[in-house]
Nanobody
Framework: QVQLAESGGGLVQAGGSLRLSCAAS????????RGWFRQAPGKEREFVAA????????YYTESAKGRFTISRDNAENTVYLQMNSLKPEDTAVYYC?????????????????WGQGTQVTVSS
């Protein structure tokens, strides 16, 4: 089993920055993908960013491009989401996820392991 522990959420003003962290423990693996998803009140969970662990390829939803950066620390088995130029519409619960699959990194159904979520609130 893989456990994902998230941290870094909080309250920030529009234009500010936050860095989310997702530390993996248990029976971790160094292949497949790590991803970030978010869910705003009353809305469906949506893809934000993903990282191919072995190859380093990254994927972003259009609204995140140029503002968010997904990265990793191999030694600590941790994935980060650096969020800059935050907007009120970024307000959501953010979840990290992991999958052994090499395919479909932007789809929620492709992930097997999920963190508990961390709240990000961006004020106007």
């Amino acid at each position: 089993q893989v456990q994902l522990a998230e941290s870094g959420g909080g309250l920030v003003q529009a234009g500010g920055s936050l860095r989310l962290s997702c530390a993996a423990s248990g029976r971790t693996f160094s292949y497949g993908h790590r991803g970030w998803f978010r869910q705003a009140p009353g809305k469906e969970r949506e893809f934000v960013a993903a990282l191919n662990w072995s190859g380093g390829n990254t994927y972003y939803t259009e609204s995140a491009k140029g503002r968010f950066t997904i990265s990793r620390d191999n030694a600590e088995n941790t994935v980060y989401l650096q969020m800059n130029s935050l907007k009120p519409e970024d307000t959501a619960v953010y979840y990290c996820a992991a999958t052994r699959s090499r395919y479909w990194p932007t789809y929620e159904s492709g992930y097997d392991y999920w963190g508990q979520g961390t709240q990000v609130t961006v004020s106007s």
